[in-house]
């Protein structure tokens, strides 16, 4: 019959209540045969499965099938049937099955209302919800069927990932149809579902509000090394920085090494400047130094001994042992941030010195003080016996304060009391073996204009060393070569020397080195001398005033001529208006020391005054060859009677030691 009697299908449906079984049977028949378009009365065909009869129920059967795959409401009056007789269970779950026609949906439904232990496929759990809210809006479910679907729908909502916020209608509606069901414990299942994505709806938003907001301050502080705006707005303002920063920004800059690095980049050059690294070649630098522990007897590597600045550390070394070299290794190759700092620099305080080379966040004080104890930066204090006595307290002091710090300070020997939570460390000269590697290792560092034929290099340099510590000279007098040859930086003079082709006064190398600049600066200058006495007065007043840059206002001349040298080094830098600069320093405390001992020969009061001030150490080992005979031994004597006084015998151990190896060699 089909579509053409479609419109009947109401009236046939009227008949499948009827009391005789024949005629429900036939009405049956009838919309079956009318198939498809009587698909609006399926449900009231599907109610015939349920009928006593059997033959009603196959014709209830055939008509189903004749109509196709049903609606879902039509399905669930099937499944309803399995309550009225659980030995026909299979029958009504199969006829289900069967007449979904494989829908995904209606599949999924009875899935849930026949079987247990659902697998919640989270990917799909909202539509899962929404099918779940559809079969429940159907009428006349069976009581018990309502039921197992209200429990699918808790489950549902107990074992489900809500974290779309699109859910929460979905299940308010449920928790909504459940309370008016009266299914009170599956509706509060729903709502503690409801709870948890309105929880983590707020945690996410938490959690993308400091996702963005770390975002943020990560990409401002990439950008903050080059852009004096950023590091002026965000991170030089204490009160924005905090504000902004949400309280955590100023922990992170302390504890988080990388942004330490970035924080501290634009000081970069300042905090290094006067270690010079810029001159320095660490290809150059000598590796096989050794140190002993000052409880220890043991000499060890130093590159073994101190791998990193680590907690405090003082290394003790004769002038010219190369500690400065050391110092300018370590920073030149570690990748923490580092500050170098001439002791003469920290008279104020070294908190003080620090904060000089700094702007902003870096500078400030409490910031500053947790960097430092907290040991995230490296402190190297350079040249403590140049200063006086009040400083070096005041440096022991700050040390000992920050004893978690990581702090690095080197000096001569000399009578003062180390910070009780440091270790000390004692350079060692360098043995025999060193001496000849070092001397021919220094042709890495000669002038490009000096020519210099390797072989014939290597080949001086072992002959004087051959010649120089032979063992068939005396002892004393081997000793005093060995003492000589076994610092470094006299080692550079004498590399300088013998690839010119001169032959070094071992006793007086700084003098001639001198008389060498002398005679080329006479040259250079029409016969005019170098102005020694002049030139030592003001070097002299340099190392009364802790100044380190030589004037050239009223020297430039010469200044150049003993840069040419390598008695000074030169230094380019931008003043306070930002005009370029230049500036001169001596290369060691050791040339500086040549020239102010030059002050103290030609004054006799002098060597009495400095007896007690560290600075002038070097010059009155100068002293101890320089002076005539008689006026060395009466300063050894009242070297001795001030050593006694003060219990400090730094100055007149060596000075007698080193008078003893003039008159060794005189006599020989």
């Avoid at 101190?306 to 003790?316: A, E, G, S």
């Avoid at 340099?542 to 206002?553: F, K, P, Y």
């Avoid at 009495?608 to 070097?618: A, K």
């Avoid at 050894?636 to 009677?641: A, C, T, Y």
């Amino acid at each position: 019959m089909g579509q053409a009697a479609a419109d009947q299908a109401p009236n046939i449906a009227a008949l499948l209540k009827d009391q005789d079984s024949n005629v429900r049977r036939a009405a049956a028949n009838a919309l079956g045969a009318i198939g498809q378009a009587a698909a609006d009365q399926a449900p009231n065909i599907a109610a015939l499965l349920k009928d006593q009869d059997s033959n009603v129920r196959r014709a209830a059967e055939v008509a189903l099938e004749s109509i196709g795959p049903l609606k879902l409401n039509s399905l669930m009056i099937i499944l309803g049937g399995k309550y009225l007789d659980n030995r026909l269970d299979y029958y009504y779950t199969f006829w289900a099955y069967y007449l979904s026609g494989g829908n995904k949906d209606a599949v999924m439904l009875i899935n849930w209302l026949t079987t247990s232990n659902n697998k919640i496929d989270k990917q799909f759990q909202t539509h899962t919800m929404k099918v779940f809210l559809t079969a429940w809006n159907i009428q006349n479910l069976h009581q018990e069927l309502r039921e197992k679907l209200a429990n699918c729908i808790s489950d549902l909502a107990r074992q489900g990932s809500w974290k779309e916020s699109g859910s929460i209608k979905y299940l308010k509606e449920s928790e909504v149809l459940l309370q008016a069901r009266g299914y009170l414990d599956q509706a509060d299942v729903v709502n503690a579902a409801i709870n948890s994505i309105a929880k983590k709806t707020w945690t996410s938003y938490i959690g993308k509000f400091w996702a963005v907001h770390v975002a943020f301050w990560l990409v401002l502080i990439s950008v903050y090394p080059k852009s004096t705006m950023i590091q002026a707005i965000f991170f030089w303002n204490p009160y924005l920085r905090k504000i902004m920063g949400l309280g955590y920004i100023n922990f992170a800059l302390t504890w988080v090494p990388y942004l330490r690095q970035k924080l501290f980049a634009p000081f970069h050059d300042s905090l290094l400047a006067d270690a010079e690294l810029d001159t320095f070649d660490d290809e150059a630098y000598f590796e096989k130094s050794k140190v002993k522990r000052s409880d220890s007897p043991e000499s060890i590597p130093i590159l073994k001994a101190i791998t990193t600045i680590k907690r405090q550390i003082v290394l003790v070394g004769e002038s010219g042992l190369g500690k400065s070299m050391f110092i300018r290794h370590l920073l030149k190759t570690s990748r923490r941030v580092g500050i170098y700092l001439p002791a003469e620099k920290c008279s104020d305080g070294v908190m003080e010195a620090i904060q000089a080379k700094l702007l902003g966040v870096a500078k400030d004080t409490k910031f500053l003080r947790n960097l430092i104890f907290s040991g995230a930066i490296d402190i190297c204090i350079d040249g403590l016996n140049e200063v006086s006595a009040e400083t070096r307290v005041n440096m022991t002091q700050f040390v000992e304060t920050y004893f978690r710090g990581n702090v690095l300070m080197a000096t001569q020997p000399m009578e003062w009391k180390t910070p009780a939570t440091a270790k000390t460390y004692i350079l060692q000269p360098l043995g025999d073996e060193q001496i000849e590697e070092y001397l021919i290792g220094r042709q890495k560092t000669f002038s490009q204009d000096i020519e210099v034929s390797i072989p014939n290099y290597k080949r001086a340099c072992k002959e004087y060393i051959t010649s120089s510590l032979n063992t068939d000279q005396p002892i004393e007098v081997r000793n005093a070569i060995q003492s000589v040859l076994s610092n470094p930086m006299d080692l550079d003079i004498v590399a300088q020397m013998l690839v010119t082709g001169m032959e070094p006064d071992l006793f007086s190398l700084h003098k001639q080195q001198y008389q060498i600049m002398s005679a080329d600066y006479e040259q250079k200058h029409t016969g005019n001398k170098f102005p020694l006495t002049a030139f030592s007065d003001v070097v002299y007043q340099m190392r009364i005033n802790d100044e380190s840059a030589i004037s050239a206002s009223n020297y430039i001349d010469e200044i150049r001529c003993m840069e040419r040298h390598k008695m000074v080094l030169s230094r380019q830098s931008v003043d306070a208006e930002g005009t370029p600069t230049k500036d001169w320093f001596f290369r060691h405390d050791k040339i500086m020391d040549f020239f102010i001992v030059q002050s103290f020969l030609d004054n006799d009061e002098r060597p009495l005054e400095h007896m007690d001030d560290p600075r002038f150490r070097g010059v009155y080992f100068l002293l101890a060859n320089l002076l005539p005979w008689d006026a060395a031994m009466t300063l050894r004597e009242e070297l001795i009677q001030y050593a006694a006084d003060s219990k400090d015998v730094s100055v007149s151990h060596k000075f007698i030691q080193l008078i003893r190896e003039r008159e060794i060699l005189k006599a020989a």
